[in-house]
């Protein structure tokens, strides 16, 4: 979800009135979720991309688990998932999109959920996502907007990908070094969820198009306060800077640059290509955890016993003037 075309549209329509959709397209939350019993809630989302790389398995194993993460950022479990396919047969044939099926079944079971089916349709080009059903208790539903003062920031995956992958394409960026970057853009956020869980966390989202600024303005808006962010402390993947340097973009960096005009303040010395980072767009990005600071240290030490060791401490919460972004 987020502030796309869609959900600009939706906002023109009725809100729902059901009083058991505890979560809907009314705030710019990851999914939506709806109370079936006291003690349990289906969550419900929809995500594809286009492929990221040339290789059809990581393109299917990269698309499930943007897809999936979409559950876990609500704090809920996947349990089905139903495939969603845009492809051109006659173009490629059958068997690259086997290999994309393949790479996404992986990770669905991965997740201990089911694949259960899905719909497809002819498209000139690939586009490939999940339909995922997960559960959740309602007492414990994680969104956007639950950001307190004084929070602590965790995010458990490293920056970049939006401008290695477009570098990749363009030649600059040779796919050897892609290499150490597939594994963790493809890795499943459960893990980091399950962590999070055994610990006080306020808020999440998961860091996807809008990049860093634009989902962490998401939360800041959603919750009422100043989040500041720690430059330094960013994880960023190898060979980013170097590309932004070299004057690779991607398409969206424009325009997540203007979803946050007004509410971002750049306070640290950046350069261009530091600054340009803030507005790299993410595919199955990481998962941003809000948590009380005297709690930050032991949850992200779960994090990195459970072996997700670029998670860091990025930022804080403050109270106190207009909701918005600054780095710092």
């Known amino acids: 979800m987020g502030p796309t075309v869609l959900s600009e549209a939706l906002r023109g329509l009725p809100a729902p009135t059901d009083s058991n959709l505890l979560v809907g397209f009314d705030s710019s939350d990851d999914a939506a979720v709806y109370r079936l019993t006291d003690d349990l809630a289906v969550v419900s989302t929809a995500d594809y991309i286009t492929p990221p790389v040339d290789e059809p398995i990581w393109f299917g194993r990269i698309a499930a688990a943007n897809a999936l993460s979409d559950v876990y950022a609500m704090g809920g479990r996947p349990v089905t998932a139903l495939n969603l396919v845009m492809y051109p047969e006659k ?3 059958p068997d690259i999109l086997r290999e994309i099926l393949k790479g996404s079944h992986e990770k669905v079971t ?8 899905g719909h497809s349709t002819d498209n000139e080009e690939p586009v490939f996502g999940l339909a995922v059903t997960g559960v959740v208790s309602p007492k414990r539903i994680l969104t956007n907007t639950g950001v307190r003062p004084g929070d602590a920031l965790i995010l458990t995956k490293p920056l970049g990908t939006g401008v ?6 363009s030649g600059r ?7 150490p970057v597939l594994p963790l853009v493809a890795a499943l956020n459960g893990p980091a969820m399950t962590a999070a869980l055994n610990h006080p966390v306020h808020a999440c989202t998961d860091i996807t198009g809008f990049a860093l600024v634009g989902h962490s303005l998401e939360m800041a808006m959603g919750s009422g306060v100043t989040i500041d962010i720690e430059y330094s402390a960013l994880p960023i993947h190898p060979n980013v800077l170097e590309m932004y340097a070299k004057g690779e973009t991607t398409g969206s960096n424009l325009a997540n640059r203007g979803l946050v005009a007004g509410k971002l ?3 640290a010395g950046l350069s261009a290509p530091q600054e340009e980072l803030l507005f790299d767009p993410q595919t199955s990005g990481g998962l941003l955890l809000a948590v009380p600071t005297d709690q930050a240290d032991a949850l992200l030490q779960a994090l990195h016993d459970a072996g997700i060791d ?9 109270e106190g003037g207009a909701a918005g972004i600054r780095i710092v």
């Open 91 to 93: 173009k490629l044939g």
């Open 110 to 117: 991965e997740a201990g959920a089911s694949l259960a089916g």
């Open 164 to 169: 290695l992958f477009n570098a990749c394409r």
């Open 173 to 179: 960026l040779p796919r050897r070094e892609l290499d």
């Open 265 to 267: 303040h750049v306070a």
């Open 310 to 318: 670029k998670a860091a401490i990025i930022g804080r919460a403050h």
